[in-house]
């Protein structure tokens, strides 16, 4: 069995892989979390290994999977500053169970990394020198879904792409930019507030809001609340909404506002990203719900078929993915259902795999 651990403050989720399934959970996190967690696996001797998601390594962290060590576990530590809430709990929950089960594989899992190597005009804020020195530039994330879409698209029976969109449509619904299998540029910034609107979140905001806010007599922190957690699908509908919501559930004016919202935002940063790849061949949507993001996905095809791009009546549709467009189709789109436990539980098997064989 694989647990893999994916933080979501205040909770924590985790996901167990063993014999075919997969069980998922999410508890608030405290320090009593890895009883509760364990309370739900029936042998924890049967543990293979431990995987935990980084959604921040700024430029500490440099590969997108890494066995855990005493010393890259430091590194994580260090990585706290980027994304405090998030990274901590990363930290906290590896140097406990790392040295509850000192005897088997921990790895890290990096959302940033595949970012890391960004075209410098991309990763650069027009900030001053100093700040730029102390780390401060576009990380990107979501990481591993873009990486999981290239290399899923390269084993698809389809010519040969070398500049590809991959479009993450979810609670932080992104875009990135990749030629031949290397980001050109990503929709997300220093954190994934930068942006497309989330469920929480934002989005793209004109900074000085911030200091209005300040004048108008809020503090940092009731700012930072606002921005990253009372925004985005929720701030517009006025209630907690999630992608889920606006895709699947009623068209209410205010949740029909919120996904036209999500449309424009998407578009805006397909049509952008164009150019920085010299063109496209193909586009790949990606979620954890593909067919309930089906009708979203239509229309983002609808917009883009200046493009060229032809929808077949009839999509070829497989076990994980579909192709949406006829095979004359000057740009193909593709569809992948992309679950994040899945693609790091795959990964801790060929990582495993590879030390068995050294």
Wanted: with cysteine.
């Amino acid at each position: 069995m694989i647990l893999i651990f994916d933080p979501d403050p205040p909770f924590v989720r985790w996901f167990l892989l063993g014999h075919g399934e997969l069980v998922e959970n999410a508890l608030e996190f405290d320090m009593s979390s890895d009883d509760r967690i364990l309370g739900h696996i029936n042998d924890p001797d049967a543990l293979e290994a431990v995987g935990y998601v980084l959604y921040h390594g700024g430029e500490i962290i440099k590969q997108p999977e890494t066995a855990l060590t005493e010393s890259s576990l430091r590194s994580v530590e260090r990585c706290i500053r980027f994304f405090p809430e998030y990274n901590e709990m990363t930290f906290k929950l590896a140097q406990h169970w790392m040295a509850r089960f000192p005897g088997i594989p921990h790895f890290l899992f990096c959302d940033t990394a595949f970012f890391l190597d960004l075209p410098v005009e991309a990763s650069t804020y027009a900030v001053p020198y100093a700040l730029r020195e102390r780390g401060i530039r576009r990380y990107g994330g979501y990481g591993l879904h873009h990486q999981h879409a290239w290399d899923r698209l390269q084993r698809l029976p389809l010519p040969p792409a070398q500049r590809v969109l991959s479009v993450y449509l979810g609670n932080h619904t992104n875009v990135a930019a990749i030629r031949d299998g290397k980001p050109l540029e990503t929709s997300i910034g220093f954190t994934p507030v930068e942006g497309i609107i989330s469920s929480n979140s934002c989005g793209d905001l004109d900074p000085t809001i911030v200091f209005q806010l300040l004048y108008a007599g809020m503090s940092l922190s009731e700012i930072n609340r606002l921005l990253t957690q009372e925004s985005g699908f929720s701030g517009l509908v006025g209630r907690r909404c999630t992608f889920h919501d606006i895709v699947r559930q009623g068209r209410e004016p205010q949740v029909q506002f919120a996904l036209e919202k999500l449309l424009y935002d998407v578009k805006r940063y397909i049509g952008g990203f164009i150019p920085t790849l010299g063109g496209v061949e193909v586009i790949v949507f990606q979620s954890e719900d593909i067919d309930g993001s089906n009708d979203l996905v239509l229309d983002l095809c609808r917009s883009l078929e200046f493009l060229g791009l032809k929808i077949a009546e009839k999509p070829r549709r497989q076990a994980d993915y579909s192709i949406l467009t006829y095979l004359a189709s000057p740009v193909q789109v593709i569809c992948i259902q992309s679950n994040k436990a899945d693609i790091i539980g795959h990964r801790i098997r060929k990582l495993m795999n590879k030390e068995k064989q050294q």
